[in-house]
């Protein structure tokens, strides 16, 4: 009967360590973010950068409008800092779509080749 119960629990003994492998698996790869943007900007990245630029746009405004609203001093400062954050998200995503000295030297000579 021990026997039994041993092998019964063995099944479930895998399961969770299968899980636990995966778990950490999970964690690398979402550890494993980009240091640098890639060199080439595909439509379907430029449409996600659009979107999430005008998303920080509104955001700014929003922020802007309701700190000119507000008339706690307190709220102001916090709804004014949080517009500077949109703010600065907005400006590096922004500089993120700007070419680079060496993005247009290599278009300019890709051009004089075709």
Same mark, same amino acid.
């Given at each position: 009967?021990?026997?039994?119960?041993?092998?019964?629990?063995?099944?479930?003994?895998?399961?969770?360590?299968?899980?636990?492998?995966?778990?950490?698996?999970?964690?690398?790869?979402?550890?494993?973010?980009?240091?640098? $943007?890639?060199?080439?900007?595909?439509?379907?990245?430029?449409?996600?950068?659009?979107?999430?630029?005008?998303?920080?746009?509104?955001?700014?405004?929003?922020?802007?409008?309701?700190?000119?609203?507000?008339?706690?001093?307190?709220?102001?400062?916090?709804?004014?800092?949080?517009?500077?954050?949109?703010?600065?998200?907005?400006?590096?995503?922004?500089?993120?779509?700007? $070419?680079? $000295?060496?993005?247009?030297?290599?278009?300019?000579?890709?051009?004089?080749?075709?």
């Amino acid at each position: 009967m021990q026997g039994q119960n041993q092998q019964q629990g063995m099944p479930g003994q895998n399961q969770a360590q299968a899980l636990s492998q995966m778990q950490q698996q999970n964690q690398i790869q979402q550890q494993a973010v980009m240091q640098t $943007p890639p060199q080439v900007i595909t439509s379907k990245d430029l449409s996600y950068l659009k979107d999430e630029m005008s998303w920080e746009l509104i955001a700014m405004k929003k922020c802007a409008h309701y700190a000119q609203e507000c008339t706690d001093p307190e709220v102001r400062a916090c709804i004014e800092n949080i517009e500077k954050m949109h703010e600065r998200h907005y400006n590096l995503l922004l500089q993120q779509c700007q $070419p680079t $000295p060496a993005n247009t030297s290599a278009q300019g000579a890709t051009a004089q080749m075709h």
